[in-house]
């Protein structure tokens, strides 16, 4: 299965879910920069083996935000799919959200797998995603409905 049927099935789950966006950070609930290879969600989805960055689709659009140190890669691996490449200093809340608000409906359902963020940093993102017109929920992992 390559890149584009793996978004295409995780935008089916997504839908008969409810969930107009969806966020991938690829690490364990410990937030391990190198977890087992049952958590590299990010990877799997995106074609992308560096071990930091985040991942967000929604129906129609997805992006993967990396730090400088993946810059090259992450084009190189991602360069043939439909993947928007966000360059950034630190990937987060504050690069993240305005993407999201600008590819979403207010009121827009975005979710994130509970056991793949901290609490500390959901309650951030959620904050801002509620703060921008969006909801915010923690679900299962979607992945593994297509994994």
Not at 22 to 43: C, F, N, Q, V
């Amino acid at each position: 299965m390559n890149v584009a049927q793996r978004i295409a099935q995780l935008r089916t789950v997504m839908a008969s879910r409810g969930i107009d966006a969806y966020l991938i950070e690829g690490t364990d609930s410990h937030a391990s920069e190198y977890p087992p290879a049952r958590w590299e969600g990010r990877k799997w989805i995106s074609g992308f083996t560096g071990s930091a960055g985040w991942f967000a689709l929604t129906s129609r659009h997805s992006a993967l935000w990396v730090d400088g140190r993946y810059h090259l890669q992450a084009e190189q691996e991602t360069g043939d799919s439909e993947i928007e490449l966000q360059k950034v200093a630190l990937p987060g809340p504050n690069e993240i959200i305005p993407w999201l608000v600008s590819r979403l409906e207010p009121e827009s359902v975005v979710g994130c797998n509970r056991r793949e963020i901290t609490h500390a940093q959901w309650e951030l993102y959620a904050s801002r995603l509620e703060d921008a017109g969006l909801q915010a929920v923690l679900t299962n992992d979607l992945l593994d409905k297509v994994w």
